[in-house]
C-alpha cells in the first residue's frame, strides 16, 4: 500500500467517525481532535506543520550509496547504536551493517557509525560512494 492510500484511507476513516463524534468534537480541527481523543486537553498549534516526502534516490551507474543513522535512549542515554546499508545504482543491497556504541551522545553515534561504514566499504574494496545521513 503506498502512502497516498494510507493518508487517504486515515482521512476517510477520521471523516467517517466524525458522525459518530458528540457535537462538540465535530467543530474541532483535525488536529484538536486526535488530541482531545488522546486526553490532551490544553492543545494550541504554534505553527502550521509542512508534510515533506522523501525518498530515496539511486546513484548514477558506477556509484554506491551509504544510508546511516544513530540512535541513543536519550542525550548520554542507556546506549547508542548505529547501522545502514549499502546499495547500487539498481537500488540492490550490497552489504548491511551495525554497531553498538554505549553510552555517548547522538552526534558521536552519527559520526560513529559514518566512520564505521565507510571503512566497511574500504575493506571490501568498494569505491565511489555517496553517504546520506540525516545529521
Given at each position: ?17 466524525g458522525?459518530?463524534?458528540p ?7 483535525q488536529?484538536?481532535?486526535i ?10 498549534p504554534t ?10 534516490s539511486?546513484p ?24 545502514g546499508i549499502?546499495?547500487d ?47
Amino acid at each position: 500500500m503506498s502512502a497516498n492510500q494510507i493518508i487517504g484511507k486515515t482521512s476517510r476513516w477520521l471523516r467517517d467517525i466524525g458522525s459518530y463524534l458528540p457535537s462538540s468534537l465535530r467543530t474541532c480541527s483535525q488536529e484538536e481532535f486526535i488530541m482531545q481523543s488522546l486526553g490532551i486537553e490544553d492543545y494550541s498549534p504554534t505553527e502550521a506543520v509542512q508534510i515533506q516526502l522523501i525518498k530515496w534516490s539511486k546513484p548514477d551507474a558506477r556509484w554506491l550509496k551509504v544510508n546511516i543513522d544513530g540512535s541513543i535512549g536519550g542525550n548520554l542515554g542507556t546506549g547508542g547504536g548505529g547501522g545502514g546499508i549499502c546499495r547500487d545504482h539498481r537500488g540492490e543491497l550490497i552489504v548491511g551493517f551495525h554497531n553498538s556504541y554505549g553510552r555517548v551522545t547522538n552526534t558521536y553515534v552519527e559520526a560513529q557509525a559514518m566512520a564505521d561504514r565507510l571503512q566497511i566499504c574500504k575493506n571490501m574494496g568498494l569505491s565511489n560512494i555517496i553517504v546520506e545521513s540525516d545529521s
